[in-house]
């Protein structure tokens, strides 16, 4: 059985991000979750990750921008993860042309808001369409804005400048040789199902769970569902 998970969260976002899971699993698992300071590029992320590890091998499961960290996590040192889960992520590059400078424009114009206004403006922009509707104005909501609101503009700019030089994850997946869970939200716009259709089916022996009621933040927004998804990749 697992004795160490480690949380690697997405784009500024912290531990609370992963709350509902540390509680349910701190009582059979020590759960350690990444923070990545102003390292500015995916594998520095990952090479952080692994010099702070607590222990040598164990399980591994990363959110959004955390799931990249973690594919590089295991290009790098495969030997080191017993188990892996990709939530509401994906492998893709900066597309080319058109896609690419829309997605670079998009990602430039939130980092002015965030330096101009501060995080939690910023986030009042950024989140709405990653939360499902049905979360907006509730207890969730405000739980993802004031997370977000606890980063700087500063790690705020230096996972940016990751994400918009991500490598290509791709020929990670048919490399992965263990127990793995692929996860996203039904209506994940960012992160889509078919995505992670494609992606479990490149891993042998993959779980793929698809959270109904669900958009980019599974694990705030449906933890009951993501915690049993946890409990059958974890003990089962």
């Not at 759960?31 to 390292?39: F, R």
């Not at 042309?97 to 101009?116: H, S």
């Not at 049905?134 to 739980?143: Q, Y």
């Not at 569902?225 to 946890?230: K, R, S």
């Amino acid at each position: 059985m697992p004795t160490t998970l480690i949380l690697l969260p997405g784009l500024v976002c912290d531990s609370a991000t992963w709350g509902p899971q540390i509680q349910a699993l701190s009582p059979r698992l020590r759960c350690h979750v990444a923070d990545y300071g102003l390292c500015d590029s995916i594998n520095a992320m990952a090479q952080h990750v692994l010099h702070t590890a607590p222990s040598q091998t164990f399980a591994l499961a990363g959110h959004s921008m955390g799931g990249r960290v973690a594919l590089e996590v295991l290009r790098l040192a495969p030997h080191r993860v017993h188990h892996l889960a990709l939530l509401d992520t994906g492998t893709h590059p900066l597309p080319a042309g058109d896609a690419g400078a829309r997605e670079r424009a998009g990602r430039m114009a939130l980092l002015q808001t965030a330096e101009r206004k501060g995080m939690r403006a910023m986030a009042a922009l950024w989140a709405k369409p990653m939360v499902h509707p049905a979360h907006h104005g509730t207890p969730v909501f405000e739980a993802v804005l004031d997370m977000l609101a606890r980063s700087s503009p500063e790690q705020y700019a230096a996972q940016i400048n990751a994400l918009l030089n991500r490598p290509d994850a791709a020929p990670v997946l048919p490399t992965i040789r263990c127990p793995t869970l692929v996860l996203t939200g039904r209506e994940d716009l960012w992160s889509p199902p078919e995505a992670h259709e494609r992606m479990a089916a490149a891993i042998a022996g993959a779980q793929l769970c698809i959270v109904e009621q669900c958009g980019h933040m599974s694990m705030l927004e449906q933890p009951e569902v993501v915690n049993a998804a946890f409990e059958s990749w974890l003990f089962k």
